[in-house]
Structure formats: structure tokens, C-alpha cells
């Protein structure tokens, strides 16, 4: 079997990412509650208790909000660096302690079949990480919660074959918007969210041959919509000629429904 996937859930609300390859199950992230999760999983006939493990990325309530939860529930082990541990262990409840493991950055941890390489991102948490999964020569990354997105990860990403990459906010309503100056002021900074516009010029330079899918997600429920970073970002990849629509295409995530179990 090949890689497999579903955007369970992505947005300010939510964040979770299922992966399946023929030895192992994951849940990256699980930042909606364990009810909501478990409707996530239906969604795509799948079931918690069924996972190997859960893989945390940094510990903001909206990625880890359900882990403790389904932890307890399923007997899972979850995974994080040691700073992202101290981070949430708290928030996460009482764990034993064969459930607790370490998966530290910019290391390459191997699960069964899958290989799993992380790198750090740029934004404003104890020790955040993402991860490019390599499966079979396939290789597929997920970036998002970045204040920008670094030259160290622009290198390490490129050419996947899928993204699932954060385009959190429209330049435009987020300076607009309702917010207060402080929050748009973390938003925009280097330890923020990515936008739209630059979501596509780092795609631009990343994206490659072999690429087919890229996943626009974590977008802000006040500040983005479906319609608009999908015309932002074809809009920029048109101009730099990177091969979108024919080479490979733009598909949506959504907060509360999950995409369609695909296999690379």
C-alpha cells in the first residue's frame, strides 16, 4: 500500500492530519475534541482506537486540544520534542508513562514502513516542528504555523510530492479586520502565520516535477476564505509559470469536514 492520507481538520478552530501506510496508522496533531475527532474519523471510515500513535507538532490548544483525551481512551502513545512535553503536559491530562515519547527536531524517526523527518518552523511556541514523510519514494510534507517560511525549510521540502501548506490570512482582511493591533501585530510578525501571498511565492520556489497535490490549510476563520487564498495563490503560481493545473493542482481544507482519504 502507498501513502495515504486526510486533512481530518484545519483552520483556527481545529488541526489534525491522518496518515496510513501499510504498517502503521498516525494522527499528526489531534486539535479538536475527542467526540469531534472521533466524527472526523467516520468521516473517512475510520476509527481512533485503530491508530498507532499521535504525533504532536507544538502544543497550541488548537493541535493538541483532543490528544490527552484519545490518548486515554484508545491507549495511544503520543509523541513530541522534549520542549513541546513540557509545553502541554499539563494541558493534556494524566498520561501513564509508556505513553509519553520523544520525537525530536530535526531528527528522521522511522515508523514501521513510514519515515518521518522534522524540522523546526518559526513561530511562537516552546518548540514547534513539522514533518516530511518519505514512503516508498514518496514524500509528503506538512508546513503550516509558520511566521515565514525559512530557506532551512524551503530546501528540506522541495519537490514533494504533496503539501499540505498554511495559507492562515489575507494581508488585506487581516489589517481590515476586528482584530486589535497587538494580535495582527503576532499574526504578521516572524513568529505569526504565513498569508496567502507568501504561502505562493514559497510554493513557487518549492514545488516540483513530481508534485500533484497541494492542501491550502490552516486558514483564519476571520481573516481568509476558500475562494480568495485559492485565487491568491494560483493567481502568484500562474505568474511564476510553476506548472499549476497541469503538473499539479490547488485543492480546499476545511475546519469541521475532512478531505477524502487519497493515496499518493
Known sequence: MALSFSVL????????VY???EQQRLLIDAG????????????ISRHPGDIDGIIITHEHSDHIKGAGILARKYHLPIYAN??????MEE??????????????????ASFAD????????????????????????????????????TEQTKGLIRDSDMYVFETNHD????????????VKRRILGDTGHVSNEDAASALAEVVGDRTRRVYLAHLSQDNNMKELARMSVKQILEEEEAGIGFTFHLYDTDPYEATPLVTL
Open 171 to 182: 494581508l488585506n482582511m487581516l489589517r481590515m479586520g476586528r482584530y486589535p493591533w497587538n
Open 114 to 149: 513510514l519515515d518521518i523527518e522534522s524540522f523546526p518552523v518559526s513561530h511562537d511556541a516552546a518548540d514547534p516542528m513539522f514533518f516530511v514523510f518519505h514512503h516508498q519514494g514518496k514524500k509528503f510534507t506538512l508546513a503550516t504555523d509558520m511566521g515565514y517560511v
Open 91 to 108: 494541558s493534556l491530562g494524566t498520561l501513564k508513562t509508556e505513553q509519553k515519547f520523544t520525537f525530536a527536531q530535526n531528527s528522521v
Open 32 to 43: 479538536l475534541s475527542g467526540k469531534k475527532m472521533e466524527n472526523l474519523f467516520a468521516q
Open 82 to 87: 522534549p520542549k513541546t512535553w513540557k509545553a
Open 9 to 16: 481538520a484545519s483552520g483556527s478552530t481545529g488541526n489534525a
Open 19 to 21: 496518515i496510513e501506510t
